[in-house]
C-alpha cells in the first residue's frame, strides 16, 4: 500500500517544487500540498496522511513566525501515527528545535539536506534520519527561565490569544494588580523560572517571571533569528 504524503509549506516554489519530486514516486501518493494557513484547517483530514513533511517558520508572519508547530501538533492529535518530517532553513535555531520536541515531530532536517530530489524521496519512502536536536548552546533555555518541565509552546499559544505581545509593548501601568495577575496566568501555561535580563537568578526569591523575562522569553520563542555565520542557510 503506498505511503499518503501530504506536504506543508508557504513559499508557493519550494511547495510546488516538492510536491513535483513525490508526484509519481513508486510507493508514495502525494495527498495534498498546503499552505500553513490550509493545514491549520485540516482537522480530521489528516487520518489520510501517513507521512507530513512540515515547514517550520515563515519569518513573513506578524505573530508566531514558527506555524510549522502548531501544524505537527495538529497531525498528532488527529494521526499519532503519522510520521512528520521537518525541514527548516533555521535548523540551529533553539527555539524551535525545543518547540518541535515539545510538537512531536519525528525527524528533523536543515532545507538544504533535503535539496537533493533523490535524497528527499528516499527520506520519505525510508522513514529515517535525524530526531529533532537539543539546543545548540545548552544554556539557551536556562536564560530564558525554560526547564525540562516548561511548556513552550502552552505558553506561546497563550500569549498569542491574549495579545501578550502587544499589550507587554504598551506595558501601561505595569506596577497594577492586573499585571500580577496577567504574570500569574501566563506563567501557569509556561512554568518559567524567574531570571534576571543577563541570565541569572534574581537575588531575592521570585516564582514569577517578571515583565521584561516574559517579553523576551516570546521574543525568543516566536521570532526567527539570524542563522549562525558561516553555517547552512535558508529560508524556513
Not at 496522511?49 to 517558520?57: N, Y
Not at 513573513?60 to 503519522?82: C, I, L, S, T
Not at 498569542?160 to 504574570?183: F, H, I, V
Request: glycine share 10%; aromatic share 6%; with cysteine.
Amino acid at each position: 500500500m503506498d505511503k499518503r504524503v501530504v506536504v506543508v509549506d508557504d513559499d508557493d516554489i519550494s511547495r510546488n517544487g516538492v510536491a513535483v519530486i513525490l508526484t509519481g514516486v513508486p510507493g508514495l501518493r502525494l495527498v495534498a500540498a498546503l499552505t500553513h494557513e490550509d493545514a491549520a484547517g485540516w482537522g480530521g483530514r489528516w487520518r489520510d496522511a501517513d507521512v507530513v513533511l512540515v515547514d517550520a517558520a515563515d519569518e513573513r508572519r506578524e505573530g508566531d513566525q514558527f506555524p510549522g508547530v502548531a501544524v505537527v501538533e495538529q497531525v498528532r492529535r488527529h494521526r499519532p501515527q503519522a510520521l512528520v518530517i521537518v525541514f527548516t532553513g533555521h535548523f540551529f535555531d533553539g527555539a524551535v528545535r525545543r518547540r518541535m520536541r515539545e510538537a512531536g515531530a519525528d525527524l528533523f532536517f536543515h532545507r538544504g539536506e533535503l535539496a537533493e530530489a533523490a535524497t528527499l524521496r528516499a527520506v520519505v519512502l525510508g522513514g529515517t534520519g535525524r530526531p529533532v536536536p537539543g539546543p545548540e548552546d545548552p544554556e539557551e533555555e536556562i536564560r530564558h527561565g525554560v526547564s525540562r518541565r516548561s511548556t513552550v509552546n502552552a505558553a506561546v499559544s497563550h500569549a498569542m490569544a491574549a495579545d501578550l505581545p502587544g499589550r507587554l509593548a504598551e506595558r501601561r501601568n505595569p506596577r497594577s494588580r492586573a499585571w500580577e495577575r496577567l504574570r500569574r496566568e501566563f506563567n501557569r501555561h509556561a512554568g518559567l523560572h524567574a531570571m534576571t535580563c543577563d541570565g541569572r537568578a534574581p537575588d531575592r526569591e521570585q516564582d514569577l517571571p517578571s515583565l521584561p523575562q516574559i517579553a523576551r522569553f516570546l521574543r525568543w520563542a516566536t521570532r526567527v533569528k539570524s542563522p549562525y555565520p558561516g553555517r547552512l542557510d535558508g529560508r524556513g
